[in-house]
């Protein structure tokens, strides 16, 4: 197969490109910029974007038809183990020469690329900050769990006379449970990694339960001081609790960066009243944090695709990486974008999260990448927190231990042997 490097040659026979989009809350911008290279070359993009908790089984149901996606997202190592084999080599390819490093490329087990990071995004807890200072608090007083606890607790209090509360709800239904057994587990297993000297791809076997109280210190001030019933967060959903945020009932909400458009377009919050902090939990030497930072949104090109879908693919996301129009949507949509053309985003998420690694802080990156049998583990760590929300035991808690570490032997060895 021989691949060109260079822009479209857009004849009539150069194929068409199917995206299967990995993030909903960025559909109608894809919509919108597919529809504008169509009008621009008279090739055919078509992007269907899956539910918000359920990529991998529209992934898996997708493949399986003739036409099957020729662009698809892969997370992590692990989506490489599943996936590799439809994974296109990237080396020779026009997307891959335009990154501006390999810090966010999926390589296999031979160290061929198979999957090219889009974005790089941070996460940690998105601040309503007129809230916070009408309830008589301000970013200033946020230095570590103590802190962040002696707000919140004060908020939740006085919640009935302010009209809005500390956290919007920790959901736990699958559009928003990953929040939690995917970002929040990155806090224990951040640490974890951090001091046996761990980086991301090392695929550790076993983890420990060293940082797992932490966990529960801020699992349980989500459950605690908010307005939603914790006997229910099994069914409480991730649109529910933006809303909750968006709407100005909730002072708190743990998301990363690329919800600013959202919050700032669908609900039209003042980008100068927003602000991320690091999701503190109570580890030693926290004050130092800051966000978490990295990326689980990597292209990956079907390689068992025709050869002029393949190609219209590649030429596709090259355009999309070095157009005006593509670069502009990505400033809007993501935060930072690691490639040569990227254009500067407004996004204030972005802008703490290069703020505090200027000022020294340490990044807490994506060691949750690693994370074997990602969605069996996730699902059994979101049943034991379930349950114990609804039943905040010590025993209860030691079934959410049992699923961050058996859980974890248990999938590695399903995956590895």
């Not at 990326?295 to 355009?319: G, M, P, R, V, Y």
């Not at 254009?343 to 505090?356: H, L, M, S």
Request: some cysteine.
């Amino acid at each position: 197969m021989c691949l060109s490097l260079g822009a479209a040659a857009f004849a009539d026979d150069a194929g068409s490109v199917y995206y299967l989009n990995f993030k909903p809350e960025a559909d109608q911008a894809w919509q919108d910029l597919a529809a504008k290279y169509t009008e621009e070359t008279g090739v055919e993009v078509k992007v269907v974007t899956a539910a918000s908790g359920t990529y991998s089984d529209t992934l898996t149901a997708e493949m399986a038809k003739t036409e099957a996606p020729t662009i698809f997202n892969i997370g992590n190592k692990s989506g490489i183990t599943d996936w590799g084999d439809y994974a296109l080599d990237l080396t020779d390819t026009s997307i891959y020469a335009e990154r501006i490093n390999d810090d966010y490329v999926l390589f296999d087990d031979a160290g061929v690329p198979k999957a090219l990071g889009y974005c790089y995004e941070s996460f940690g807890i998105i601040v309503n900050t007129a809230l916070l200072e009408q309830a008589g608090h301000s970013l200033d007083e946020i230095t570590d769990f103590a802190s962040l606890k002696a707000v919140a607790d004060d908020i939740h209090a006085n919640a009935d006379t302010l009209g809005f509360d500390a956290f919007s709800a920790p959901g736990l239904d699958g559009s928003s449970s990953w929040r939690f057994s995917g970002h929040l587990a990155n806090i224990p297993l951040y640490y974890q990694y951090k001091d046996a000297g761990l980086t991301v791809g090392s695929l550790p076997a076993e983890i420990t339960s060293d940082y797992l109280d932490n966990y529960r210190n801020i699992w349980d001030l989500y459950i605690t001081d908010t307005a939603a019933d914790p006997t229910s967060l099994s069914t409480s959903t991730g649109d529910e609790s933006e809303a909750e945020f968006g709407e100005g009932k909730a002072v708190f909400y743990q998301n990363g960066d690329w919800e600013y458009a959202n919050l700032t377009g669908n609900f039209g919050m003042d980008p100068e009243t927003l602000a991320m902090i690091p999701i503190y939990c109570g580890v030693d030497g926290e004050a130092d944090a800051g966000l978490n930072s990295g990326t689980e949104n990597c292209w990956a090109i079907n390689a068992k695709a025709d050869e002029a879908d393949i190609q219209a693919s590649i030429d596709f996301l090259t355009w999309v990486v070095t157009s005006e129009e593509g670069t502009a949507m990505l400033a809007e949509q993501f935060s930072g974008i690691p490639f040569q053309h990227a254009a500067a985003g407004a996004n204030v998420f972005g802008a703490d999260a290069k703020e505090y690694a200027e000022a020294g802080k340490y990044t807490m990156f994506w060691a949750f990448n690693d994370t074997p049998n990602v969605d069996s583990w996730r699902a059994t760590v979101v049943t034991a927190l379930a349950a114990y929300s609804a039943d905040p035991s010590d025993a209860n808690w030691e079934q959410v231990v049992s699923a961050f570490v058996d859980g974890w032997a248990i999938e590695y060895a399903a995956v590895n042997g």
